[in-house]
């Protein structure tokens, strides 16, 4: 599908996390990512394109594209409810508090449009007034586990409907048009989805005992190998040594009896006795 995978895609993804960090990249005053300007997006492709190589393939190159712009959005909200989770206080007296104690890192001006649209918010409020009328439902009466949602439940009278392409918490993928509680998956074909993961997951297995073996068949193909280099050494040097003794006997052989047994020499004592006339 065109997107990132293996290793390299958490690396790729942290980085557009980065991105959707910065200040003046991706502002947080915008209140969607939808209506975020688009030469801001287009300077965040720029940034990813002079970072990493991308394919050259126009379909690829698009579908990497919306990855990457769909991934910092989602970035770009997370940030934002990370920064609520911090700084919010309740009750609209504390805003004021609140501008005046900001991130160093977020624009001021920003950060005041930001902390507005929390006070100014009453989607909550309103939440729960819609709940307390037994009439409203906010889930379906599905119980096929699949996603299920209504044109008429509380959510989406607070929120308004659905937007072309994305469902509000449900992530990447779904889409309004695309789902509907009779898209979920039978029994059959999860078991079947089930078998296929333990197969994978045995094959794996016995994959890694392979190579475990394999790694002690080396240490001891290799140890073998230093045994015989050091058998070969020593029957080399015993050959010499052979030889060496063979020769030291040879020598022996051929050297004369006087040669081999010097007369011993006189005394001084015996060479001053006087001659018998």
């Known amino acids: 599908m065109y997107q990132p995978v293996d290793e390299g895609a958490r690396t790729f993804t942290g980085f557009l996390g980065t991105i959707a960090r910065k200040p003046h990249m991706c502002p947080i005053k915008y209140l969607d990512?939808?209506?975020m300007p688009e030469e801001l997006k287009e300077e965040c492709w720029r940034l990813v394109k002079r970072k990493y190589q991308v394919p050259d393939n126009p379909k690829a190159y698009e579908g990497l594209k919306k990855f990457t712009l769909q991934k910092?959005?989602?970035?770009?909200?997370?940030?934002?409810?990370?920064l609520k989770a911090k700084y919010y206080i309740p009750h609209s007296r504390n805003k004021a508090r609140v501008k005046s104690n900001g991130p160093r890192k977020c624009i001021p001006e920003?950060?005041?449009?930001?902390?507005?649209h929390w006070y100014s918010d009453d989607a909550v409020d309103k939440?729960?007034?819609?709940?307390?009328?037994?009439?409203?439902q906010l889930q379906s009466s599905d119980t096929s586990g699949s996603i299920a949602w209504s044109r008429d439940d509380v959510f989406a009278k607070v929120m308004g409907k659905e937007h072309k392409g994305r469902i509000r918490g449900v992530g990447f993928g779904p889409t309004p048009s695309g789902q509907s509680s009779k898209t979920a998956l039978t029994d059959s074909e999860i078991r079947l989805s089930q078998a296929r993961d333990d197969e994978v997951a045995q094959l794996k297995a016995s994959l890694a005992t392979m190579e475990e073996k394999l790694a002690g068949f080396d240490e001891m193909k290799e140890k073998v190998s230093q045994f015989e280099e050091m058998e070969e050494r020593m029957e080399q040097r015993m050959a010499r040594l052979l030889q060496q003794m063979q020769q030291t006997t040879q020598c022996n052989q051929d050297l004369s009896p006087v040669e081999q047994s010097p007369p011993?020499?006189?005394?001084?004592a015996a060479s001053h006795q006087p001659r018998s006339l």
């Open 264 to 268: 011993l020499p006189r005394s001084s």
């Open 33 to 35: 990512w939808k209506v």
């Open 72 to 82: 910092i959005g989602k970035a770009w909200r997370d940030h934002k409810c990370r």
């Open 110 to 116: 920003d950060w005041n449009i930001f902390v507005d």
């Open 127 to 136: 939440m729960r007034e819609l709940l307390a009328d037994p009439e409203n």
